[in-house]
Every structure is written in C-alpha cells, then in structure tokens.
C-alpha cells in the first residue's frame, strides 16, 4: 500500500505529472498515424515502426498505472486521476492499433507500386525506350540526333 505523503505517492504524482504531459503529444502522434491509415499522408514502415514503440510505451504506461491503483488505498485523490489517465491510455493505444494494421496494406501497396514502376523503367531501358516531353513512350534512336 502506497501511504500518504510517503516517497512512493511523490513518485506516483511524478509519474501522473508525465503522463498528464505525454497524453496530449501520443494524441497527435496518433493523429498523423490515422491520417497515414486513411491515406492522407504517407504510410511508412518508419512511421509503423514509430507507431508500434508509441503503443508500446503506452502499454507500459498503462501497466504501471494498473500497479499503482492496486497499491493505492480506497479514496485515495490519485485514484481519480489514474483512472482518468487509464481510461485515456486505453483510447489511445486502441486508435494506434487500429491505425497500424490499416497503415500495412497501404505500405505494401506503396511498395508494390514502386517496385512495378522499377520494373517498366528496366523493361523500356531494356526495349530501348524512352519517353518524350508529354511522357509518352518512343524509341531512343528517335530522340538521339546523333542517330540521324
């Protein structure tokens, strides 16, 4: 049990403090992650990476603030803001999950797509392709005024 005015409640108003100050920064890294699951800005596997160790410290947040409630007595004025903390960890690691796994097709489709683009370029550098000024395909001899 954590008592009043104890080293363990200050260290429990410390970490309330933290959290109460992250909680708006995870919202708006949570934030540019839907918009990257909704196709708004760029999926990455950066920016899933990111959105994994953000829910990973989120959890571990949420672990500790789990820990502390139990060790807290009944009526405690901490318990209120723990909760408050908890129940907005708990939305916040439920939107960047949800946000990751619809950010993974759109990753892979991204890549897909770069490597299809990869493939014409080599496939009409193979062929002797080139593109004229409105980006349409023409033999290279027809560009190269050396070849006339």
């Known amino acids: 049990m954590i008592a009043r005015g104890s080293q ?4 429990a108003r410390h970490h309330i403090a933290m959290w109460q100050g992250m909680i708006p920064h995870w919202n708006v890294m949570a934030d540019g992650f839907r918009s990257a699951a909704r196709g708004r800005a760029f999926a990455t596997d950066a920016l899933l990476g990111e959105a994994d160790r953000t829910r990973r410290d989120i959890i571990s947040a949420l672990e500790l603030t789990d820990r502390l409630i139990d060790n807290l007595p009944p009526g405690h ?6 909760f ?3 129940a907005a960890l708990e939305s916040l690691s439920e939107s960047i999950a949800i946000s ?3 950010m993974v ?3 892979q489709a991204g890549q897909n797509v770069a490597g299809l ?3 014409v370029g080599a496939l009409r550098k193979d062929a002797g392709l080139g593109l004229d000024a409105a ?3 023409q033999r290279a001899e027809l560009f190269d005024p050396t070849s006339r």
């Open 8 to 11: 363990d409640e200050a260290e």
């Open 77 to 82: 004025d901490l318990r209120r803001d723990l």
């Open 84 to 86: 408050q903390i908890t």
């Open 100 to 102: 990751a796994e619809a």
């Open 105 to 107: 097709p759109r990753i």
């Open 117 to 119: 683009r990869y493939l």
């Open 135 to 137: 980006g349409h395909g």
